[in-house]
């Protein structure tokens, strides 16, 4: 079995900064791709930085250049390094993978639990 855990949200004044974590335990071989969700009351769910199988990179237009997404595949984490954040950053962020489980190419596909980001103006 694989658990995602979720990490580094909290609250931050406009144009900090905060890194999001997001850990894969259990049986995993290595990360296959990871993707970073968001959102925020009202709104629907927002795909904010991928990165793919073939371990390209895309953003949403609204983040680009101030979000970067990345893999540790010895540690089982992906990051979310927010910078320059505003206002309307705030939302629930939430990551999912698709790992490696075994060394025949079975794979496990999971959302962590989520995590508040709230920037105050």
């Known amino acids: 079995q694989v658990q995602l855990v979720e990490s580094g949200g909290g609250l931050v004044q406009a144009g900090g900064s905060l890194r999001l974590s997001c850990v894969a335990s259990g049986t995993v071989v290595s990360i296959n791709a990871a993707d970073w969700y968001r959102q925020a009351p009202g709104k629907q769910r927002e795909l904010v930085a991928a990165?793919?199988?073939?371990?390209?990179?895309d953003y949403a237009d609204s983040v680009k250049g101030r979000f970067t997404i990345s893999r540790d595949n010895a540690k089982n984490t992906v990051y979310l390094q927010m910078n320059s954040l505003k206002p309307e950053d705030t939302a629930v962020y939430h990551c999912?993978?698709?790992?490696?489980?075994?060394?025949?190419?079975?794979?496990?596909?999971?959302w962590g639990q989520g995590t508040q980001v709230t920037v105050s103006s």
């Open positions: 999912n993978i698709e790992v490696l489980i075994d060394t025949v190419g079975s794979t496990w596909n999971g």
């Open positions: 990165i793919t199988r073939g371990g390209g990179i």
